[in-house]
């Protein structure tokens, strides 16, 4: 079949022809009439379909982001700064610090808003009011007190401050009737104001050293009674060891030093010399634990601490002495940790192998 260009045109001329404007506009002014009957209907639908998306929007949002969870405020009055500042931490609430003199130590806390045991949201400060310390304006009283005593409150007070206004110098030690440690005299006075930092001078007692004590008699004793009457002597012994030799009685004081008078004066030291067993015995390590020690003006609490390698603790020795070359004999298993403390501090610890 072939196209005809007069044919397309005879046909198109036909269709404008039959072309019934009236008619368009009938189906015009119909589509508009519709349109304006169903315009609520659609307006309406348009309008629920917008809300229906906003709160489905807000329930999403919602359900995927939670507020802050709420904590109990803590009690830390009265604790220190570092602790109460650990525990704000753990409730994950934010401390604002105020600074205030007090006659409470440096860094306690006095005060803090919110109260303990309040709900709060994570996340919101507390407002802490933490003691500077006294007002330091003259020199205390420190006669009677501890030395001891006295520099931990000093050096307390002025926690944290770059010029402390009491310093304390190096103290001179007499004997006396008085404790040892006891503050007998100082330089200047208590009452003397404050302008500018200051050195306190103290004169401490070493104890009724001038006091004597009988020579003991050790010779013969076993290593476990001489280790028992160590916290009762009042003498300081320097141990020395040698394998047991033919005659000698293992594990006991063979030989001591010798003084012409009964009585010494106490804390002179004293050399024993103690026999050991020439082989050994029940699975034991035999020596002599020995240290260096700062020299102290009077004597001082140590002990000595067996820790074995499975873990068992067993105090070893405990005696007053008064520091320079310390030593102490010891039978214990391989493998045991022997720790020497001097006031409860550790200052020496060896662990004893064949």
């Known amino acids: 079949m072939k196209f005809s260009v007069k044919s397309f045109f005879s046909k198109l001329w036909q269709k404008i022809r039959n072309f019934n404007i009236q008619d368009c506009r009938v189906s015009f002014v119909k589509g508009m009439e519709s ?14 379909a917008i809300a229906v998306m906003l709160l489905t929007c807000l ?45 409470q130590p440096s860094g306690t806390i006095l005060a803090q808003a ?8 994570a996340g919101t400060r507390v407002n802490l009011t933490v003691s500077r310390g006294a007002i330091v304006s003259e020199v205390g009283n420190y006669v009677g007190l501890k030395f001891d005593d006295v520099k931990i409150d000093l050096t307390t007070m002025f926690t944290g401050s770059s010029r402390p206004l009491i310093l304390l110098a190096e103290p001179v030690y007499k004997a006396s009737l008085e404790e040892a440690g006891t503050i007998l005299e100082q330089e200047p006075p208590s ?12 004169i401490v007692s070493r104890g009724p050293n001038f006091d004597n004590t009988s020579v003991p008699r050790l010779t013969g004793k076993s290593l476990n009674e001489i280790l028992a009457l160590l916290p009762n002597l ?28 009964q009585y010494v004066e106490n804390y002179t030291r004293m050399w024993v010399e103690v026999a050991f067993p020439a082989k ?24 000595v601490e067996c820790i074995e390698s499975n873990g068992q603790r067993s105090q070893l020795a405990a005696l007053n002495h008064t520091g320079g070359h310390f030593s102490v004999p010891y039978a214990v298993s391989e493998g045991s940790e022997l720790i020497l403390r001097v006031a409860g501090k550790v200052a020496k610890r060896i662990t004893v192998n064949e």
């Open 35 to 48: 349109l304006e009957a169903n315009g609520k209907s659609l307006f309406v639908t348009v309008i629920l």
């Open 59 to 103: 329930a999403v949002f919602f359900a995927t982001v939670r507020g802050p969870e709420k904590v109990l405020v803590p009690e830390v009055e009265g604790k220190e700064l570092a602790q109460a500042l650990l525990e704000m931490q753990v409730k994950e609430l934010y401390p604002k610090i105020q600074l205030r003199y007090d006659e």
């Open 114 to 121: 919110p109260s303990s045991g309040a709900i709060v949201k």
């Open 191 to 202: 009452g003397t104001k404050i302008s500018d930092p200051v050195t306190v001078n103290l």
């Open 234 to 261: 009042k003498v300081v012994l320097d141990f020395t060891g040698h394998k047991a030799a033919e005659g000698e009685k293992e594990n006991s004081v063979v030989a001591q030093q010798q003084f012409e008078n």
């Open 280 to 303: 050994p015995k029940d699975d034991l390590i035999y020596g002599i634990f020995e240290a260096e020690l700062a020299q102290f003006p009077y004597p001082v609490a140590m002990t």
